[in-house]
Each structure stands twice: as structure tokens, then as C-alpha cells.
């Protein structure tokens, strides 16, 4: 049996440099070429061929072709580029005549030269990225077959060649702008040939969809692309086809952004026919659904109503998680969803029904559980008590029910959805007691610690945020629950995860609870008095330093969360004309308006002992106050001067 080495020797004795070079030439001077057949189907069904060429299956010899042309490249890089460079010095060399003197290429050229040339351009698209180094990519393109595309001299075979050739070389070839690029694919995609539309579609679509994309590039042939791919796909049949002209759609109009809000309207107002004419092909019903996900965000909702009508029904049918194509449309309804209500300025009757698909999708699987939770976060803030009055009962067993279902970054996502719920709409509390049973027995458990400082800070937060609201109500839920035992549980927790709270304000919620326990006078509460009062003293300490841990605002931790913080952040490099989405203007004067904002703490420290003493008696207050540990007696009595 041979070893390896052995093996390696004899292979490279097959595969010498020689028979790698012949292995080329028999891809791009045989295997490579267009041959009668395919000319035929051309002929007889462009829209078909297009898409025939794309399947990847050995007999063809295209395939065949492709896959050799590989594997040689991969072993031998250099002898690669050394044949294809060869092959297209001879054989571009009548294209470049006909450039310079402006001769018709049909006419000037015959079609074994053109089927040659469309051999070559199909064997370095086959393995631009592997040859950019070898092969001047820049000259060829840029200098010899984008002038050419535009100069109308080519023909239809090497439009459609060299349209496919400018997506393939996308990652390959770097360039600072590649409007000259859009603009010869523009011309292309409104060719006569739907072979070479398609084509030029596909490349389009590339382009959009690089890391090097650039709004400006695309900005001037939207109108044309959006108009021209709209006439493509009521005119094609094949399934293949009209997927990739929709694909192309929602691509360009998500990279452009605001900057596609010109041709929304026009998309909106045709939604319908096109969703009409997707029939019964589930496929097309994803890219259509992101279709108008993309249009909506564009004019940020401001559409008119009959296309808001029709975008409700769309969003309603994708979705039914019950659905006949759930699978292809659920994830981008959902999106949909999400993109609607960030952008509506108006709680109305069909956005705020809408949201019994959303919660029929979490009763059914936690899957999306969170993009679905900040679609809940964004209706409250819209809908406030329209919203938590219908749907508060249906939503409050659910959050209880995930706190038994998800794992530890579900709680976390729940209880962060949570607390934004309760600093909305702070009356939603009395309708949570189950979510907060649930809460309390896992942040009281002697397994807490096992989950996790993260995990059990976010389930101590959404107590202290309704605490800081509430702190009678939060008093005696957890003395019904667990006596005295309870309110020192709690306040022990705080005060052992104060240090895990990402932001100085997520601090001030806890020092606002501790604040609101203490002006109870509960004996519950001055039972741990020691407790609360250290933490209040803790936070101090944190807001005179200025200490937040390195981390952000809580305004930018909460927008991060929800997915809006870089929209606000772009918004704001853009300029004073730069539009947010209502959504994210409402969650950040949500967090303005937090009267837990500005806490002073020592005023409230203040309000909250002589509240205490009000309630208790000052003979009990003297009792728990000579109970607290000196060093923090001497904190407090620096923050209260008069305090005995």
C-alpha cells in the first residue's frame, strides 16, 4: 500500500503543468462553449434558459466544465490564469477593434467568435476570485466590456455573458463606486432578450447585496430597476425567474433605505396585482412579504390608505403560524409587523388587530419570542391602554408561562421587555401578578445563583422597576407570598446584583425601590432596613463618581436592545433632516420622560425616612435605625444632616 508521499508523487506526475494547461484549454475551448442545443433553448424559451443554466447537475458540460476549470485553478493558481489571459488576448481582440472603431459587433463578428468569447468571459467568471490576482480585472471590465455593454455594439450572447460576469466579480474586484457598473446593467436589464434581463438582474442583486454597496451608486437607476423588474415579472413565467426579479426588488429597496421612499408609493399601490400574481407559488410570497416591509420603512408609514389596507392583509396572511406557507412567509410577516407598527403614527383598528397573529405565534412556539416581544414593546408604547385593555390578560399569562419555558437568555429578553412595559405603562402591573409569582420564586430559590449574575439582575430589575411605582403594592405581594423572609430576600438580592445593573439610571431604579420600601414603614420593610439603606448608599456613591462600569446610557443600552440604537445614532451623523422612525422617537422620549431620570437621591432620602416615621411611629423607626451598620449611619446622616 503506498504512503502519502507516495500518493503526492504520483499525482503529481499526472498533473503536470502541462496537462494542467491542457485541462484549461479542453474547459474553455470545449466544455465552455454554448453549443447548438442551448442556442436553441435560447431561442425558444429565454426565460427558461436562463434559468437551466443555473442548475447544477453534472451532464451538463457546462457543469462539467466549471467544476474541472476549479479544480485545476485550486491546484495550480498560476497556470490558470496563465491559459485564461492567453485565450483572451485572442480572442477579445475583435471586441476592442469594434470598440475603437465603432463597428457593429454583430456585424464585424461571426458567431464561432462570439461563442469563443463567451467561453472565455464564462471561464474567468467561473473563477475570478481565485485569478484576481493573476488577471487584470479592472482593465477588462472597466476598460474594455462595461463600454462596450453600454456602447449597444454587442451581441445578445456577450450581453448576457458580460451582465453575468459584473455579478460574479463583485467580491472579487474592489472598486471605490461601481455606478458605471449599475448603469450598464440598467441598460442591459431593459434589453429585448429576457435571457440577458435576467442576467443583468442577477448582477444587480449581487451588487446590492455587497459589504461595498453604496447608496449613491444606485440612487439614479432605482426608478428605472423598480419599474423595469415590475414589467419582468408579470411578463415571465418561470417560477425561477420571477423569484429572482422579486428577490432583486427587496434587495434594492432594504439597501436603499429612506433613499427608495421615491419609488414606494409606486411599489405600495402595486403590491396588490403583484401578490395577486404570485398565485398559489409560496416562494414568491417571502421576497414579497420583505418587499413591503422594505417599502413601508422607506416612507416610515406614510402611505396611502388603501395600500396600508393591502400591506395589513399581507402582514396578517404571513403571519398565521397555522398557514398554508408559513414556512416561507412567517419570519419576514413577522419583520413585516415589526416594521409597521415602528412606523405608524396611528393606533388604528387594523394595526392594533394585527396583533392577535403576534401572539397567536408565541402561543405556538417560542421561536420568534424576540423579535415578537419587541413588536409588544413597540404597541404599548403606540397602543397604552387601547393596547394592554384588550390583549394585557392573553399577554400577561404568556410572559408567565415563558418564565417556565425559556432558557436563562429568554428570561433575560422577557424581563427586559418586561421592565420597558412597566416603565410605559406602569398601570399594567395590577395585571401581572402571575408573571411576578414567577419572578419572585426564581429570584428567591437557593438555585438563583447557578443561573447566573446576568439572569438573575434582569429578574430583580423588573421587581425594583415596580417597586420604584408601586412600592406598597410590590410590599405586600411579596409579604403574601413569603412573610418577612421575603422583602429581606429581595432586598439581599438587590443589594447583591446592584454591581451586575449595566447603566448608573438601571442603579437609580434600584435605590428608587429601596426608597419606596423604606417610606412604606412596614415592619417588613424596616426588618431590612441595614439592607436597603447600603444600597441607597451605594448608589450615591455611584452617581457622585460618575461611575458607570464603562457601559452605556440606559437611553442606549434599552434602543440597543430593541434593535433602533444604530438607526438613531445614523440619524444623528446625517444630519438635522434626518427623519427617525416614530418608534424610535417614542422609546427615546419614553426615557426622557422617566421621572426616575433625574432621581436626586438624597431629597428622596429625605422624603422616604420621614414618610417611614409618618407610617411606623418614631420609636420603631429609632429601633431599626440602631440596627444599621455604623458606617452606613454615618453615609446617611451626611446625605440627611438633620436626621437623629
Not at 85 to 106: E, F, I, K, S
Not at 285 to 309: E, F, I, M, N, R
Not at 606 to 618: E, L, T
Request: net charge negative; aromatic share 4%.
Amino acid at each position: 500500500i503506498p504512503d502519502e508521499q507516495q500518493i503526492i508523487a504520483a499525482v503529481q506526475c499526472v498533473f503536470t503543468q502541462e496537462t494542467l494547461s491542457q485541462l484549461v484549454n479542453e474547459c474553455v475551448g470545449g466544455l465552455l462553449l454554448l453549443t447548438q442545443g442551448d442556442l436553441l433553448e435560447w431561442q425558444e424559451d429565454p426565460d427558461n434558459f436562463h434559468n437551466s443554466q443555473q442548475i447544477d447537475y453534472t451532464g451538463k458540460p457546462a457543469i462539467a466544465g466549471e467544476q474541472l476549470l476549479l479544480a485545476v485553478t485550486m491546484r495550480d493558481v498560476a497556470c490558470a490564469c496563465s491559459v485564461i489571459n492567453h485565450h483572451m488576448q485572442q480572442t477579445l481582440a475583435p471586441l476592442a477593434r469594434t470598440l475603437q472603431q465603432g463597428v457593429d459587433g454583430q456585424a464585424s463578428l461571426g458567431l464561432p467568435d462570439i461563442l469563443r468569447m463567451d467561453a472565455v468571459l464564462h471561464s474567468l467568471g467561473t473563477v475570478v476570485f481565485e485569478c484576481k490576482d493573476g488577471i487584470d480585472l479592472r482593465q477588462i471590465i472597466d476598460g474594455m466590456l462595461v463600454p462596450a455593454l453600454l456602447s449597444g455594439s454587442m451581441n445578445m450572447v456577450l450581453k448576457r455573458r458580460v451582465s453575468w460576469l459584473l455579478g460574479e466579480c463583485v467580491d472579487a474586484l474592489s472598486l471605490p463606486s461601481r455606478a458605471h457598473h449599475i448603469h450598464a446593467l440598467c441598460k442591459a436589464l431593459c434589453d429585448d432578450n429576457v435571457s440577458v434581463c435576467l442576467s443583468a438582474a442577477s448582477s444587480l442583486h449581487a451588487i446590492a447585496n455587497s459589504a461595498e454597496f453604496l447608496v449613491s451608486d444606485m440612487e439614479p437607476y432605482l426608478l428605472q430597476i423598480t419599474s423595469r423588474s415590475c414589467e419582468l415579472f408579470n411578463g415571465c413565467r418561470d417560477v425561477d425567474s420571477r423569484l429572482l426579479i422579486l428577490n432583486l426588488l427587496a434587495v434594492t429597496n432594504e439597501a436603499m433605505g429612506t433613499k427608495a421612499a421615491s419609488v414606494a408609493s409606486q411599489l405600495a399601490a402595486l403590491l396588490p396585482s403583484l401578490w395577486s400574481g404570485a398565485g398559489d407559488e409560496a416562494i414568491l410570497k417571502g421576497p414579497l412579504v420583505k418587499l413591503a416591509a422594505c417599502v413601508t420603512a422607506a416612507v416610515q408609514g406614510q402611505l396611502q390608505p388603501d395600500s396600508l389596507q393591502s400591506l395589513f392583509s399581507i402582514a396578517s396572511y404571513a403571519c398565521d403560524p397555522s398557514g398554508p406557507d408559513a414556512l416561507y412567509v412567517l419570519d419576514t410577516g413577522i419583520d413585516l409587523v415589526k416594521v409597521l407598527v415602528r412606523n405608524l403614527t396611528q393606533y388604528t383598528q387594523p394595526l392594533h388587530e394585527l396583533y392577535a397573529r403576534i401572539l397567536e405565534v408565541m402561543t405556538q412556539t417560542w421561536e420568534h419570542v424576540t423579535p415578537c416581544f419587541r413588536i409588544t414593546e413597540s404597541y404599548m408604547l403606540l397602543g397604552g391602554q387601547n393596547f394592554w385593555g384588550s390583549y394585557g390578560p392573553s399577554l400577561s399569562a404568556l410572559i408567565a408561562q415563558a418564565y417556565d419555558d425559556l432558557s436563562d437568555t429568554g428570561i433575560v429578553l422577557v424581563s427586559e421587555s418586561l421592565c420597558f412595559i412597566l416603565t410605559a405603562f406602569p398601570q399594567a402591573a395590577s395585571q401581572l401578578t402571575q408573571a411576578f409569582t414567577k419572578i419572585t420564586a426564581l429570584v428567591l430559590s437557593s438555585a438563583a445563583n447557578e443561573r447566573g449574575p446576568l439572569v438573575v439582575t434582569a429578574l430583580v430589575s423588573v421587581l425594583a422597576r415596580w417597586g420604584a411605582a408601586a412600592p406598597s403594592d410590590l410590599l405586600a405581594f411579596l409579604q403574601a407570598g413569603g412573610g418577612a423572609a421575603a422583602v429581606q430576600g429581595f432586598s439581599k438580592s438587590m443589594s447583591d446584583h446592584l454591581d451586575s445593573v449595566p447603566s448608573l439610571r438601571g442603579k437609580k431604579v434600584f435605590a428608587a425601590c429601596a426608597l419606596g420600601l423604606i417610606s412604606t414603614g412596614n415592619h417588613g420593610s424596616l426588618s431590612c432596613l441595614d439592607g436597603l439603606l447600603a444600597l441607597v448608599v451605594d448608589v450615591k456613591c455611584s452617581i457622585d463618581l460618575g461611575r458607570e462600569g464603562g457601559t452605556s446610557s440606559l437611553e442606549e443600552i434599552m434602543l440597543k436592545v430593541a434593535g433602533v440604537y444604530e438607526e438613531q445614532q445614523s440619524a444623528q451623523q446625517d444630519g438635522e433632516n434626518a427623519q427617525l422612525p416614530p418608534d424610535v422617537q417614542r422609546r427615546t422620549a419614553m426615557l426622557q420622560n422617566d421621572s426616575l431620570r433625574n432621581l436626586d437621591v438624597s431629597a428622596s432620602l429625605q422624603q422616604a425616612i420621614s414618610g417611614c416615621i409618618a407610617s411606623c411611629g418614631h420609636e420603631a423607626w429609632v429601633h431599626a435605625w440602631q440596627a444599621v451598620d455604623a458606617d452606613t449611619r454615618t453615609s446617611i446622616s451626611s446625605m440627611c444632616p438633620g436626621l437623629q
